[in-house]
């Protein structure tokens, strides 16, 4: 266990690193959104001229927008050169594929089935005609590791899609991650000599990134074997992901699901996550997100946060997860903040969550620290207005299933719970639910009972406009 904990520390380590390189970047890039939904042409525009064979016979595309104006016009990537036999390098062929579909209204990136197709690191961008679907049905994956990367090429990500809107990502194809030596390298978590942690950059790229994008749809595809994070959407608004299916083994290091970050207007329905890290992890300046209908198994479940890290601003509002199942995973529903931070995370909603075999069920954690050496502050992120309805479920006796360390100086306040019941997998009754500083009430007696949650307000509440979000 103490192996094992150590283990996981020092991921969480590298998993921290990577999300606070990103939100640098993140903030870096993220301008001001455009509100405006895009016109869809009344006419059509003229047929682009286009140098590349255009397949007749378009399928039928199950997300095309509807508009009956445009018909959707197929671009194989093999009508472009490309081989997939799963050694050819077929980037050249999936650009010339992409230009050609970004042109025209309604265009299909088909990337056909029984193929594989190998593209190195590739940025997909915009602005492309609205209605460009990206459909994979065959296999689609990044060179086999860390040795056959091309120097060139970033480490930090594989598939990025930038600057779009009204786009889908589709297909009933596998994006396959070849993850495999990444975790391996001798920079991860006890992967060195002797089961040492060799220091030094330890890059390894997210497999699939959307940046700066609007009104996304993912769906039905089968997403596996990352060499760090499944996907990432940051600087987005307006995606709606769905029938997702997930997987790395349960030892892959930072090997998150879906991670978002300074994005708003999500829905994740009906998908299945298994992974070696968070199931779903929501970044600084997330709002209104809806999870519904999800399968958490073997990482460290559903997250929000970690959030403040270096006295850093966070403002996350409006998180619904509802209906999900999470399995055999160090958390359940987990909310994570530095000392230090400022902002606040509010209208927190988690309901109706089957829990089975979890450690730490429930977590708030105010003292998130990586290196054991971070120092109380006075100022925090603050949370508050955080329901927790019908979560049952067996948990890990290991660690007890409740456990909200809220800060010393802003307390955690109006916290729901309501039908908790959460019994032990096996073993002994950990029957100690663990509170901080935490206010709120329960609308119905909790199993294990929990008498630490205080009644009413702190006598003393920062002012939430200092709070600045
Ligand atoms: C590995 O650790 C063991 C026990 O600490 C030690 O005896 C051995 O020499 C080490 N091997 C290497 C290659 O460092
Ligand atoms: C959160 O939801 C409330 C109530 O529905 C709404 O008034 C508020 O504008 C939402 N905030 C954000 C940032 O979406
Ligand atoms: C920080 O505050 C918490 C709660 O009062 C306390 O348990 C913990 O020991 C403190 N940590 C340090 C490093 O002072
Ligand atoms: C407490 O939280 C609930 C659920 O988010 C919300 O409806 C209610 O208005 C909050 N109460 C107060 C006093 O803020």
């Given at each position: 266990?103490?192996?094992?904990?150590?283990?996981l520390?020092?991921w969480i380590?590298?998993s921290v690193?990577?999300h606070?390189?990103?939100?640098?970047?993140?903030?870096?890039?993220?301008?001001?959104?455009?509100?405006?939904?895009?016109?869809?042409?009344?006419?059509?525009?003229?047929?682009?001229?286009?140098?590349?064979?255009?397949?007749?016979?378009?399928?039928?595309?199950?997300?095309?927008?509807?508009?009956?104006?445009?018909?959707?016009?197929?671009?194989?990537?093999?009508?472009?050169?490309?081989?997939?036999?799963?050694?050819?390098?077929?980037?050249?062929?999936?650009?010339?594929?992409?230009?050609?579909?970004?042109?025209?209204?309604?265009?299909?990136?088909?990337?056909?089935?029984?193929?594989?197709?190998?593209?190195?690191?590739?940025?997909?961008?915009?602005?492309?005609?609205?209605?460009?679907?990206?459909?994979?049905?065959?296999?689609?994956?990044?060179?086999?590791?860390?040795?056959?990367?091309?120097?060139?090429?970033?480490?930090?990500?594989?598939?990025?899609?930038?600057?779009?809107?009204?786009?889908?990502?589709?297909?009933?194809?596998?994006?396959?991650?070849?993850?495999?030596?990444?975790?391996?390298?001798?920079?991860?978590?006890?992967?060195?000599?002797?089961?040492?942690?060799?220091?030094?950059?330890?890059?390894?790229?997210?497999?699939?990134?959307?940046?700066?994008?609007?009104?996304?749809?993912?769906?039905?595809?089968?997403?596996?074997?990352?060499?760090?994070f499944h996907?990432?959407?940051?600087?987005?608004?307006?995606?709606?992901?769905?029938?997702?299916?997930i997987s790395s083994?349960k030892?892959s290091?930072n090997t998150d699901g879906i991670h978002i970050?300074?994005?708003?207007?999500?829905?994740i329905?009906?998908s299945e996550i298994a992974n070696g890290d968070d199931c779903i992890s929501i970044g600084?300046?997330?709002?209104?997100v809806?999870i519904?209908?999800v399968t958490c198994g073997l990482g460290h479940g559903i997250s929000i946060g970690s959030?403040?890290?270096?006295?850093?601003?966070?403002?996350?509002?409006?998180i619904t997860v509802r209906d999900a199942f999470i399995k055999d995973s160090d958390n359940g529903v987990r909310i994570k903040?530095?000392?230090?931070?400022?902002?606040?995370?509010?209208?927190i909603s988690f309901e109706n969550i089957q829990m089975e075999n979890v450690r730490n069920c429930m977590i708030i954690d105010?003292?998130y620290?990586?290196?054991?050496?971070?120092?109380?502050?006075?100022?925090?992120?603050?949370?508050?207005?955080v329901?927790y309805?019908?979560i049952k479920g067996t948990y890990d006796?290991r660690s007890p299933p409740i456990h909200f360390?809220?800060?010393?100086?802003?307390?955690?306040?109006?916290?729901?719970?309501?039908?908790v019941?959460l019994?032990?997998a096996?073993?002994?009754?950990?029957?100690?639910?663990?509170?901080?500083?935490?206010?709120?009430?329960?609308?119905?007696?909790?199993?294990?009972?929990?008498?630490?949650?205080?009644?009413?307000?702190?006598?003393?509440?920062?002012?939430?406009?200092?709070?600045?979000?």
């Amino acid at each position: 266990m103490g192996v094992f904990r150590r283990v996981l520390v020092v991921w969480i380590v590298v998993s921290v690193f990577l999300h606070d390189s990103s939100n640098v970047e993140g903030r870096t890039h993220f301008h001001k959104k455009h509100n405006d939904p895009p016109a869809y042409s009344p006419d059509p525009s003229p047929p682009p001229v286009n140098p590349s064979p255009v397949p007749s016979d378009p399928s039928p595309n199950p997300d095309d927008p509807g508009n009956s104006n445009s018909e959707p016009c197929v671009f194989d990537v093999t009508s472009f050169g490309a081989v997939g036999d799963g050694t050819t390098d077929d980037t050249a062929a999936f650009m010339e594929a992409w230009k050609a579909a970004c042109a025209v209204e309604s265009g299909i990136v088909l990337v056909p089935a029984d193929h594989v197709f190998m593209i190195t690191s590739t940025i997909f961008s915009g602005p492309c005609k609205p209605g460009l679907v990206f459909q994979v049905d065959g296999v689609l994956m990044p060179p086999n590791g860390p040795d056959c990367w091309p120097k060139s090429d970033s480490k930090k990500q594989w598939l990025v899609f930038y600057r779009l809107d009204q786009m889908t990502f589709t297909g009933s194809g596998t994006i396959e991650g070849n993850g495999g030596d990444w975790w391996e390298l001798p920079c991860k978590p006890h992967r060195g000599p002797n089961g040492s942690t060799l220091p030094g950059p330890c890059d390894s790229p997210a497999l699939i990134r959307f940046f700066m994008s609007y009104n996304l749809v993912v769906s039905s595809l089968r997403i596996q074997n990352s060499p760090q994070f499944h996907m990432k959407f940051d600087g987005c608004e307006g995606v709606r992901i769905e029938k997702l299916s997930i997987s790395s083994p349960k030892l892959s290091p930072n090997t998150d699901g879906i991670h978002i970050e300074n994005t708003k207007s999500v829905g994740i329905y009906n998908s299945e996550i298994a992974n070696g890290d968070d199931c779903i992890s929501i970044g600084r300046g997330c709002s209104d997100v809806n999870i519904e209908g999800v399968t958490c198994g073997l990482g460290h479940g559903i997250s929000i946060g970690s959030l403040g890290v270096q006295n850093s601003q966070a403002c996350v509002s409006n998180i619904t997860v509802r209906d999900a199942f999470i399995k055999d995973s160090d958390n359940g529903v987990r909310i994570k903040t530095w000392q230090g931070g400022t902002g606040s995370v509010s209208g927190i909603s988690f309901e109706n969550i089957q829990m089975e075999n979890v450690r730490n069920c429930m977590i708030i954690d105010q003292y998130y620290c990586l290196s054991k050496a971070c120092r109380n502050q006075t100022s925090a992120v603050y949370l508050t207005d955080v329901t927790y309805r019908n979560i049952k479920g067996t948990y890990d006796v290991r660690s007890p299933p409740i456990h909200f360390a809220c800060s010393d100086t802003v307390a955690c306040t109006n916290i729901t719970m309501s039908e908790v019941e959460l019994l032990p997998a096996e073993g002994e009754l950990v029957d100690d639910p663990f509170c901080w500083n935490a206010y709120g009430t329960q609308e119905t007696l909790t199993i294990p009972p929990i008498t630490c949650l205080q009644d009413g307000m702190p006598e003393k509440l920062a002012e939430s406009s200092s709070f600045g979000c």
